[in-house]
Every structure is written in structure tokens, then in C-alpha cells.
Nanobody, 122 residues
Framework: QVQLVESGGGSVQAGGSLRLSCAAS????????MAWFRQVPGKEREGVAA???????LYSDSVKGRFTISKENAKNTLYLQMNSLTPEDTAMYYC????????????????WGQGTQVTVTS
């Protein structure tokens, strides 16, 4: 089993920044594909960014140029640096991991965290 715990969410004014973290434990390996998703009540979960074992990254068009996904293998931790935040970025943000598969932001990941809320005020 793999456990994922997100942290770093909160409330920030538009134009501000936040850094989310996701600590992985259990039968987790640095070879896993990892990603960040977000969801607003009543809407589908949206893939925000993903990173594979080689460090290759993928971003949704809505966050490209503003968000940066990274990981620290020694700490089994995934990060999402979010800059130039807008109220449209308000959502619950989830960390996800999968043992296999191509770099992707589709929601078919095996392991999920509980989420951390990000609220951006205008």
C-alpha cells in the first residue's frame, strides 16, 4: 500500500504564491509516476501537472507557465509551486501516484491523497 499526504494549502490573495507538498510512504518508489489534480465541487477532477521517474513533466494549459511540479526522491516528496494565482485556481488539490504508465494527467492513477484546499481571493 502507498500513502500520500498533502500539505501547504491555504488562503492567498490573487497574484500570490503557494507551495504544496505531498509526502509519500509505504510501498512507494522513486520510479512512480506522480501528479497533481484539482477539483471544484460540481466539476470533474482536472489534471494539473505530472512528473515521471526521469523528471519529465506535463502541465495543463490552464497552469502552464505559472505552476511548477517537482520532486525530491530522497524525501519521497512531491511539490507543486503555484505562482500568479487567480480565483479560478481555487480548488481542492490532490496528489496522486501510479506504478506504471506514460506521463499523463488523466485521472486513472492508483493512489490518491486526501487533498488540501487552496482558496484564492480577489
Amino acid at each position: 500500500q502507498v500513502q500520500l499526504v498533502e500539505s501547504g494549502g491555504g488562503s492567498v490573495q490573487a497574484g500570490g504564491s503557494l507551495r504544496l507538498s505531498c509526502a509519500a510512504s509505504g510501498y512507494f518508489y522513486g520510479t512512480f509516476l506522480m501528479a497533481w489534480f484539482r477539483q471544484v465541487p460540481g466539476k470533474e477532477r482536472e489534471g494539473v501537472a505530472a512528473i515521471d521517474s526521469n523528471g519529465s513533466t506535463l502541465y495543463s494549459d490552464s497552469v502552464k507557465g505559472r505552476f511548477t511540479i517537482s520532486k525530491e526522491n530522497a524525501k519521497n516528496t512531491l511539490y507543486l509551486q503555484m505562482n500568479s494565482l487567480t480565483p479560478e485556481d481555487t480548488a481542492m488539490y490532490y496528489c496522486a501516484a501510479d506504478r506504471v504508465g506514460p506521463l499523463r494527467t488523466s485521472s486513472d492513477f492508483q493512489y490518491w491523497g486526501q487533498g488540501t484546499q487552496v482558496t484564492v481571493t480577489s
